[in-house]
């Protein structure tokens, strides 16, 4: 299983953490998500179909910005 973390900007409130959760959530291969408001980050631990591509891909669809 892999595990990465993201720095991304705009993670402000609840409505928008579970926004990007759910988009995330959508990904075949994507096991957990964990949005930290707090910190700016996402973590996403996932496995193979998934990529690292697609997951910035995603979140960036959602229209924040990864740093």
Do not use: F, W
């Amino acid at each position: 299983m892999e595990r990465q973390r993201y720095n991304v900007d705009g993670l402000v409130n609840e409505t928008i953490k579970t926004q990007i959760k759910n988009a995330l959530d959508n990904i075949k291969g994507v096991n957990k998500v964990s949005v930290d408001i707090g910190r700016g980050s996402i973590e996403v631990m996932y496995n193979s179909p998934a990529t690292t591509e697609q997951i910035m891909g995603c979140i960036e669809s959602t229209g924040h910005h990864i740093e």
